[in-house]
């Protein structure tokens, strides 16, 4: 990569300003935002769901146009009319939604602008060559180039479209929640590449809601508070809770209230339950009125015994009982599942069917239709009214009901999802990552309603990678390590070091086992 560091811009200089950017859709999103980004520098931008992170960033690479204000690049009128102009001047963008061609291969997706060409023909050994280097780069070496996109995990898909990102020119890279959906490792090498960047003289605006990121990898903090900036300051200056009351304007809940429950019957039990290569045999129950966490890393095979339960994927070893049923169920697809009282939110927003062209209320009350229509026909007051009540309820930053999913910040689609399937109303509730993506006071929010959820009886069981959150909300959290159950702790009986030393313990050993992988190629 060739960055250019010399000249006028140098070290001291500014590299991109902007002046009274605002943003307005059919409301104003977005106003009166003053930046300046030097060399070197690396931005944490940071605010509640829907504040206009995206926006702002997109304005920045190209993707939208400023209603308002101006941009400066090297003191240069700076008016990118599209993503391309903007790449060309290397300022680039790894997207917060996924955003590669599923149908072509890893190398294919790349060098999508600039494929190599020999005599007119794609230089395939040439491109087999360059993919494979950049891929290393990010760490993704055991990855054939030729592989389709689309048969990849969305951790793998994120990698590589921050690797496309890393080709070229690049004199400001704009990260947009990167981290979501990576590893622990896959975060490393991340870090490890922004510090290379940020040595050669590259600007980074760092768009995340991990407080211990923003502390990690930033010196400057903005924050934007409904669209605008209410700090931009270095970060040296403000402890986690600081930070976190500017990026929520509160400081956040220390706890959440999970009394007024009643542990009943088991709803949900596993006896062996496990898929070759995937899942070894998992034994594990649910009661009514229990939440029951499952940790892990990332690749440990949690989402994989998620799937197993749903149906998504077949088990072959083992059985699964649903209620006080003495006869195992016979769960062989979501649909059965569904039908079976078992609700499972992902982590894949696209991959969860969220209709992203039709309206918050649509969305919702596709999971139970005859819940909103009346002999038959759909009842569009009925369905308004319950958009409005999960507006509400989550806090789902909208105009109205009735707009469209697409319109909405990428936490505020992540709501919408969680909000179809609380009304959905099963007895079992399997959350994958719930709360990814979803700002600090809006986790409260969540966490808040599956103590509710709980009270009315259901069965949670929750992954998630992060441990603090399972440790407040569990009553009981059993932990995977490479495709296992290796350990269950009560409330009470666990520490941060015991979940952790049990969730690395699978790889210790000598051996090298299957491992489950939430990012491997999908079956
Ligand atoms: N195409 C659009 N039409 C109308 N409103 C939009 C559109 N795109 C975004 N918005 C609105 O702009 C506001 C800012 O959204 P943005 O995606 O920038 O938020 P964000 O800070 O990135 O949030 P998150 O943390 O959830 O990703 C939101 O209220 C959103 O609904
Ligand atoms: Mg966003």
Excluded at 131 to 155: E, F, H, N, S
Aim: glycine share 12%.
């Amino acid at each position: 990569m060739t960055i250019e560091t010399t000249g006028a811009h140098g070290a001291g200089g500014v590299l991109l300003s902007l002046t009274d950017i605002g943003k307005t859709y059919v409301e104003p999103v977005l106003g009166g935002v003053r930046l300046q980004l030097r060399p070197g520098q690396v931005l944490a931008l940071t605010g509640e769901n829907g504040a206009g992170k995206s926006t702002l960033s997109k304005i920045i690479c190209g993707l939208e146009q400023a209603s308002t204000g101006a941009m400066l690049l090297d003191g240069q009128a700076y008016l990118p009319a599209s993503r391309g102009d903007a790449e060309k001047l290397g300022i680039r963008m790894v997207m917060q939604e996924l955003n590669l061609l599923p149908t072509l291969s890893v190398a294919e997706n790349l060098y999508l602008n600039q494929l190599p060409q020999r005599f007119g023909w794609i230089d395939r050994a040439r491109l087999e060559r360059d993919a494979r280097a950049q891929m290393a780069k990010v760490g993704l070496d055991d990855i054939d180039p030729w592989t389709l996109v689309g048969q990849l995990g969305i951790g793998h898909q994120q990698m590589i479209e921050i690797a496309r990102n890393l080709i070229g020119d690049c004199r400001l890279l704009v990260l947009d929640e990167p981290t979501a959906m990576l590893t622990h490792r896959e975060v490393e090498l991340l870090f490890a590449q922004i510090e290379r960047l940020k040595a050669a003289g590259v600007a980074i605006i760092y768009i995340s809601h991990r407080l211990e990121e923003l502390k990690r990898v930033a010196d400057r903090i903005a924050v934007l508070r409904d669209g605008e900036l209410v700090c931009d300051d270095s970060i040296a200056h403000y402890s986690s809770a600081d930070l976190v009351r500017l990026m929520v304007g509160r400081a956040a809940d220390a706890d959440i209230d999970l009394s007024g429950r009643n542990i009943g019957a088991p709803l949900l039990r596993l006896d062996g339950l496990g898929r070759k290569g995937a899942v070894q045999p998992a034994t594990l129950e649910v009661k009514a009125g229990q939440i029951v966490g499952i940790a892990g890393l990332i690749g440990s095979g949690r989402t994989e015994l998620l799937r197993l339960i749903f149906g998504a994927d077949r088990a072959d070893q083992g059985q699964l009982f649903i209620g006080d049923g003495t006869a195992p169920a016979r769960i062989d697809s979501p649909s059965d599942a569904v039908a079976a009282g078992i609700a499972m939110i992902t982590e894949d927003r696209k991959g969860q069917g969220l209709l992203l062209q039709q309206s918050i209320a649509a969305n919702t009350s596709l999971a139970r239709l005859d819940g909103v229509s009346s002999r038959g026909w759909l009842d569009d007051a009925a369905e308004t009214a319950l958009g409005q009540r999960y507006i509400e309820q989550l806090g789902i930053r909208s105009r109205h009901p009735g707009q469209t999913v697409a319109e909405l910040s990428g936490g505020n689609q992540q709501k919408v999802v969680i909000a179809r399937w609380l009304y959905r109303d099963c007895a079992v509730m399997l959350f994958d990552e719930p709360t990814r993506g979803i700002d600090i006071g809006a986790k409260f929010d969540i966490y808040n309603l599956l103590a509710e959820l709980a009270r009315q009886g259901k069965g949670l069981l929750i992954v998630s990678s992060d441990l603090r959150e399972l440790m407040l909300i569990c009553d009981r959290i059993a932990v995977m390590s490479a495709g296992r159950i290796v350990d269950t702790f009560e409330r009470g009986a666990w520490s941060q070091d015991s979940l952790l030393a049990a969730a690395f313990s699978g790889y210790l050993q000598t051996h090298g086992g299957t491992s489950g992988a939430d990012n491997a190629v999908a079956a």
